[in-house]
């Protein structure tokens, strides 16, 4: 069976400082893999996707950044925390176009 | 770009009576239309999907109901139980470009 972990569960960061979010995905190769921002209040926001090894596709600008540097793994990342980055960041993987998405249990994120 | 209206924002309905909550996209590519569920702090997982070839989906309490030509799909949650309250997202696919459009969810509340 797949699964997905995310880390770390919560985070609490001042403006300015970097971040790194990681999600890994088991029992699946080659999976499409995704990130999401969820900010208070409930709106999903598509951030990255990446279908392969070392390609990952921007589909908003929030000056974050994505890699994928290995098949199981996508990572979020920042050097310079924003307030408006507050949130809940949800990894998410997929079988392929046209199918649902399995969640990770997310990541908790408030930067003051 | 795209967009996904959720048209109730909150909804009340008694425990035993039906709950539907409509939404309507723009994308005329779209043609994967999936359901999720967000319980209270938690993640999002998938109930239930429909895809543009058939109008009428059902497993078990729920119902999804899609109309292409008014771009409008239908989540319709029978029997409902104290359970089902969270908050439940719609989403339409264009499945050939990786645009997955959330709507900006409902608020379902069950009343014992």
């Known amino acids: 069976a797949q699964t997905i972990h995310q880390w770390p569960v919560a985070e609490i960061k001042a403006v300015g400082s970097p971040l790194s979010l990681g999600c890994t995905i088991k029992?699946?190769?080659?999976?499409?893999l995704y990130w999401y921002w969820q900010a208070t209040g409930g709106t999903l926001q598509q951030l990255f996707y990446s279908i392969t090894v070392g390609q990952v596709e921007s589909v908003v600008q929030l000056n974050l950044s994505a890699s994928r540097p290995k098949d199981d793994q996508f990572i979020l990342s920042t050097e310079k925390l924003l307030l408006s980055h507050s949130g809940f960041y949800l990894c998410a993987w997929g079988r392929g176009l046209g199918s649902d998405y399995t969640f990770g249990s997310g990541t908790r994120l408030l930067v003051i | 770009g795209e967009k996904v209206e959720q048209h109730e924002s909150t909804l009340s309905v008694r425990e035993g009576d039906s709950a539907v909550i409509n939404c309507t996209y723009t994308?005329?590519?779209?043609?994967?239309f999936p359901w999720y569920k967000q319980e209270a702090g938690k993640s999002l997982h998938f109930v239930i999907d429909?895809?543009?070839?058939?109008d009428r989906k059902q497993s078990q309490r729920l119902i999804v109901l899609l109309d292409k030509k008014a771009k409008r799909f239908s989540l319709h949650i029978t029997a409902t139980q104290p359970e089902d309250s969270a908050i439940y997202f719609c989403a339409a696919v264009n499945t050939g470009n990786y645009k997955y459009v959330f709507g900006a969810g409902t608020r379902l509340k069950v009343i014992a």
């Open positions: 029992g699946k190769s080659s999976p499409n």
């Open positions: 429909i895809r543009s070839n058939v």
């Open positions: 994308d005329t590519a779209s043609s994967y």
